[in-house]
């Protein structure tokens, strides 16, 4: 079982600055993929970011140059450092991963959501 656990939320002004980071813990043989979604009120869940196992990265139109996804595999944990922040980056923010097992077999994993707003 792969467990996901995601921190660094919170409350910023807008034009500041937060870090969140994704911690994955347990039966772990290789991470395909990473990444960060977001859901704000009302709005369905989008993307926000991913990097790949080979380190590839994509971004929503949104958040680029101002986001910024990184990853530290020996922790098997990704951040993600948002600068610029704006009012419409308040959402609730998750982690997801798709995460290969011993048996070669394939699952995806959300993290729990840390909130992150941004006050004008």
């Known amino acids: 079982q792969v467990q996901l656990v995601e921190s660094g939320g919170g409350l910023v002004q807008a034009g500041g600055s937060l870090r969140l980071s994704c911690a994955a813990s347990?039966?772990?043989?290789?991470?395909?993929?990473m990444g960060w979604f977001r859901q704000a009120p009302g709005k369905q869940r989008e993307l926000v970011a991913r990097?790949?196992?080979?380190?590839?990265?994509n971004y929503a139109d949104s958040v680029k140059g101002r986001f910024t996804i990184s990853r530290d595999n020996a922790k098997n944990t990704i951040y993600l450092q948002m600068n610029s922040l704006k009012v419409e980056d308040t959402a609730v923010y998750y982690c997801?991963?798709?995460?290969?097992?011993?048996?070669?077999?394939?699952?995806?994993?959300w993290g729990q959501g840390t909130q992150v707003t941004v006050s004008s």
């Open positions: 997801a991963a798709v995460i290969q097992n011993s048996d070669y077999e394939d699952n995806d994993y």
């Open positions: 347990g039966s772990i043989f290789s991470i395909t993929a």
């Open positions: 990097i790949s196992s080979g380190g590839s990265t």
